[in-house]
């Protein structure tokens, strides 16, 4: 069983940096895909970006391509989410979630078995 805890959300002003972290339980973390994923207000789930299992590949949605970095450690067990220039359009309840049956990045909800409780992003205009 592996669990998700995200941290370091919060309310941030449009152009401020903000880093969240997914830390993990369990021993499957380094083997797999790792992924972010939001939820802005009255909207379904988005997919924000994902990393394989080595971190060698990584991929965007292209809303945050260019200002989001998701490095991970998995000597830490953990994957973090880099925001930078943020936005309002960003603001959303973000989730990490991990996808067992994958070892490189992937954009589909489908193929992530574990999801985090999420955090909440909030950008100020």
């Known amino acids: 069983q592996v669990q998700l805890v995200e941290s370091g959300g919060g309310l941030v002003q449009a152009g401020d940096s903000l880093r969240l972290s997914c830390a993990a339980s369990?021993?499957?973390?380094?083997?797999?895909?790792m992924g972010w994923f939001r939820q802005p207000p009255g909207q379904e789930r988005e997919f924000v970006s994902g990393?394989?299992?080595?971190?060698?590949?990584?991929i965007y949605a292209d809303s945050v391509n260019g200002r989001f970095t998701i490095p991970r450690d998995n000597a830490k067990k953990t994957v973090y989410l880099q925001m930078n220039s943020l936005k309002p359009e960003d603001t959303g309840v973000y989730y990490c979630?991990?996808?067992?049956?994958?070892?490189?990045?992937?954009?589909?909800?489908?193929?992530?078995?574990?999801w985090g409780q999420g955090t909440q992003v909030t950008v100020s205009s």
């Open positions: 979630a991990l996808a067992r049956g994958h070892f490189s990045a992937t954009y589909a909800q489908a193929p992530y078995d574990y």
């Open positions: 990393i394989g299992w080595n971190g060698g590949d990584t």
């Open positions: 369990g021993r499957t973390f380094s083997s797999y895909a």
